[in-house]
Each structure stands twice: as structure tokens, then as C-alpha cells.
């Protein structure tokens, strides 16, 4: 099966369960998504009911449209939607993809979930769909991102200048990482044996 078919799966281990998003799913993320500082560094802002239902639709479409694999993130140790993580970009003629679209609500930031959610994507990227390339893209002033993707030996590729419009109309310099599959080893190693609360657990 194809990429499309393949990349949207129910992936779990101790701490957090991924599973692809659904319209049952936009009450829960509203109730964690309404808080403007999360978005600071995203193409998109949520400040208002309206902004949510735009943003919510979006990723519905995208994902049933095979544009994106959308994960919305269960916390295990208290049962709640904690954020969400996609899949994107699916180049599978290339075995290219990249992981993004990640946001944690509030109350989930800084307690290892982001770490434990990329390891399973990870994990899926190239032990199930036997990707060659994961690819990470944030913006230049995310420093916290930043820290984080070099914090699992993901490699530092380079900047695209004014790659597009931010909220308010700045124009984002996006900054590249990638994790390559005969690098995964090492990386899957450093995200099992990372202290629980690391500069690693915050998005991007």
C-alpha cells in the first residue's frame, strides 16, 4: 500500500497515543488549542472561535485529502488530548517526508510528551514506511525548536529566506533539519535514554 494509506496508523508506547484525527476529535482539541501563545511561531493564529473552526477544517481536509497524516496526541498518564503532530510533504517516489505541524496545549508542555510523540513518528517513518529522509522545518527565531531538533541529533541543513508570510505579515526565514535512516539508529538510542524533561520537549 501506498504512503497515503500506510502513514495514518494508531501508534502507542507507555506515554502517548497517536492516532489519525477525526471530526469527533474538534471539541477536544478546541477545549486545549485556545491559547495564543502556542502559535506564536506558526503560519496560522488562533485567538477566536472562527479562527479555531478555520484552523480545525483545514486539518480535516488535509488529512482526508492525503495532503497530511494528522495525529492528534493522548497523554496517557491522565487520559486527555495533549496537542497534535503530522506527517507532511510525502515524497514516496523519494522516500521523503517530513514531520511538523506539532503543538502541545499548554498544560502538556515541558513533561516529554514532543519527545515521546516524535520518537513514534520517527519510528513509523522509517521502520514502517522505510523512508530514507525525515525532514524538520522551523522558524529561524523558534530557538526553543531549534534546541530541541539538534537535541536529537537532527542535523542543521540551512535557511531558506523569506520563505513565507508569517501572522501580521512578517516574512519567516525557515530553518531545515533531517534525520537520515542510517543516522536513525543513533537518534532512536539518544530519544529512549534522554532524561524525562529536556529542551527536547518543546515544539516545532
Known amino acids: 500500500m501506498s504512503w497515503a494509506q500506510n502513514a495514518p496508523a494508531v501508534l502507542e508506547n507507555e506515554h502517548v497515543v497517536l492516532r489519525p484525527v477525526s471530526p469527533q476529535d474538534r471539541e477536544a482539541i478546541r477545549d486545549i488549542a485556545m491559547a495564543p501563545e502556542i502559535w506564536r511561531y506558526f503560519v496560522s493564529m488562533i485567538e477566536t472561535d472562527a479562527d479555531f473552526e478555520t484552523f480545525f477544517d483545514a486539518t480535516l481536509a488535509d488529512h482526508e485529502a492525503g495532503r497530511r497524516a494528522v495525529f492528534v496526541i493522548t497523554d496517557k498518564s491522565t487520559g486527555r488530548t495533549a496537542g497534535s503532530m ?119
Do not use: C
Request: glycine share 10%; hydrophobic share 40%.
Open 86 to 204: 503530522s506527517f507532511g510533504n510525502m515524497a514516496e517516489a523519494d522516500r521523503r517526508l517530513e514531520i511538523g505541524w506539532s503543538w502541545l496545549g499548554r498544560d502538556f508542555q515541558g513533561k516529554g510528551i514532543n519527545r515521546w510523540a516524535k520518537y513514534l513518528l520517527l519510528e513509523h517513518a522509517f521502520e514502517n514506511l522505510d523512508a530514507e529522509r525525515v525532514e524538520f522545518k522551523t522558524d529561524i527565531l523558534n530557538e526553543q525548536a531549534r534546541r530541541g531538533l539538534r537535541n536529537i541529533g537532527a542535523v542543521e541543513e540551512g535557511t531558506l529566506r523569506s520563505f513565507n508570510f508569517m501572522p501580521g505579515g512578517r516574512r519567516r526565514d525557515a530553518i531545515f533539519y533531517s534525520v537520515l535512516r542510517a543516522e536513525w539508529p543513533r537518534v532512536k538510542q539518544e530519544l529512549a535514554t534522554k532524561p524525562k524533561v529536556s529542551p527536547l520537549d518543546t515544539v516545532g
